[in-house]
């Protein structure tokens, strides 16, 4: 901190004072004199006062009178922890009931480079289950989840023209082109299906969820043993995982763009793929039809490789 005589002393040292005078604020006592705070701590009180002091100027602490609460500056930059935290609260019910609904484990992704991340789940009850636990990393472009990143996120396609393709099976698409394809298919229906891509014997389904800025916030999943579900299946299981992202999506705020604002957001859209010319002319924070009206189902001729 500018200007803190205790600058020399060890870093590790006025961090734990530091530490103290924060551990001063709660929810029951948001605002402490520097008093309590003194007392609170048990600091000699010309170096509490000195730390502060510090404090404030640094955006740690808010003064308001005699009083003291947590600073703004402190609150903006634990923003983006709180932001996960916020997303799976509020999407954790949406499994549940997506799960309770389908019988099947259901999950909820964010994209890490190449990788797809759990980081939610509500687990099937069936005794024969593919187990999906928080913190699990899997392949982008192997199974359902990564083709709605590649329709909804064009940072995910850039991710993996740097990457090594791995072919996990032989119904794992290992070219861009091929993923190019899945993901206009994911965005034409809002939903995806894919059988077989990463394990031989496992199937997932998954939709997009958006944020109060219209942006993909990440992607809700069924993942399940083909034995139980199988391509005759989606009809059925796809618009109920697409109006699951819907009810996601609008926990996070999400509202679909007015009929005016469309054209004036279209001409702001990234390209999803190298022959993606039709889509570029539809919005990346638009839902996709499935979301609004759950009537597509899965085209024939993708139902033996998805």
Known sequence: MAGDSTAGAPPILVLHKVTEILNCFSVEEPEPTLQRIIRLTGLPSSTCQRLVQNMVREGFLDRYDDRYRIGIGLVRWATPGTLGLDLVRLVKPVLEDLRDETGESACLYVRDG?????????ETRHVVMRPFVVGQVMPLHAGAPGKIFLAYD?????????STLAKFTPLTPNSLEALDAQ????????????????HEDVGSISAPVFDHYR??????????????????????????????????SSALGYTPPSTEGLSRESSQLPSFGADDSQDRNQSVSSPPPTIRQAEHSLPADSQDEP
């Open 154 to 162: 064009p940072e995910a396609r850039k991710a993996l023209s740097d």
């Open 215 to 248: 942006r993909l916030a990440g992607v809700i999943g069924l993942g399940f043993p083909t034995q139980r579900v199988g391509p005759g299946d989606v009809e059925r299981l796809g618009p109920v995982v697409a109006r699951a992202a819907q009810a996601a």
């Open 183 to 198: 993901s206009r298919e994911a965005r034409a229906q809002g939903y995806f299906a894919a059988f077989g891509e990463r």
């Open 114 to 122: 190449a990788f797809r991340t759990v980081v939610a789940v509500a």
